[in-house]
């Protein structure tokens, strides 16, 4: 079995052209992209995925189209985070099913919740779900003692921040786009580069970050990819397409990044 180390790539999800569905081919696509260009695994249904406005069953199709694709060459990781420990549990144990080698459950994120109550969600998952858990925290509402109690549980890890690397942050190092856990990093710039950017793309660096951070990880990334010729369909609501202004910088910064259309997607899965 392949280790479980290295820098992944979160994945967006593409959608039909009118947003009902999530199109296989265009996942195909994206996942090559990211794949030719060096992903050493990938994490599925995070925020660049658009999580919180797909279904539980869109969710797990998505997940085993991934897996069929990515035929083992690289681990993969899914989000199993959801509003109720029953679902984390049915996610996570899909996952587990179906060959994911970890799953990420961030902190319920939306309520509030005694120290009690979180260090049961965890415990249930881990007790029923098999494979390891990651344990994402990015509003520090676990305190230590809780999180003592939690690791000593055998399939529980803790996400810290992302430090290091080629990549500056895009989003303060903790959330469910840039974290690591053990000797995996995850990024979002990944899914553009590569683990390791080329010398054309390092100066640009601090501007996709900040492009990053003001755009948000789905909206940008899907309108990267359709700038360079890979069609990942729209954003779902309530998230909108850019504006015309951020458009714009995106495509100046593509322009700038790769010097053609040709040159950013080089052997482009799209063709």
Request: glycine content about 10%; some cysteine.
């Amino acid at each position: 079995m392949q280790s479980l180390a290295g820098t992944f790539a979160p994945l967006p999800t593409p959608f039909t052209d009118d947003g009902g569905q999530i199109s296989e081919i265009r996942l195909a696509r994206v996942i090559r992209w990211a794949l030719e260009r060096g992903a050493q695994g990938f994490l599925v249904n995070s925020s660049a995925g658009e999580f919180t406005c797909t279904g539980s069953d869109e969710r797990k199709n998505l997940l085993e189209w991934a897996l069929r694709e990515v035929k083992s060459r690289v681990p993969i990781v899914a989000n199993a985070t959801s509003l109720n420990t029953g679902s984390s549990l049915d996610l996570a144990q899909h996952a587990g099913r179906h060959g994911a080698r970890a799953a990420v459950v961030a902190v319920p994120y939306f309520g509030s919740f005694t120290q009690r109550e979180l260090y049961q969600h965890y415990k249930l998952i881990a007790q029923y779900a098999d494979l390891p858990i990651w344990v994402l925290d990015p509003g520090g509402m676990i305190q230590e003692e809780t999180w003592s109690e939690l690791l000593a549980l055998p399939s529980m890890s803790r996400c810290q921040p992302l430090s290091g690397g080629h990549y500056p942050s895009v989003e303060g190092g903790l959330g469910l786009e840039e974290f690591s856990c053990g000797e995996v990093g995850i990024s979002p710039m990944v899914t553009l580069f590569g683990p390791d950017p080329s010398p054309a793309i390092v100066p640009y660096l601090d501007a996709w970050a900040e492009a990053f951070r003001l755009l948000g990880s789905a909206r940008l990334t899907k309108a990267v990819f359709q700038n360079v010729g890979i069609d990942l369909g729209t954003t779902r609501a309530p998230l909108l397409p850019l504006e015309y202004d951020a458009g714009d910088l995106i495509r100046r910064l593509c322009a700038e990044t790769w010097p053609s259309k040709e040159g950013a997607a080089g052997q482009s899965p799209a063709a």
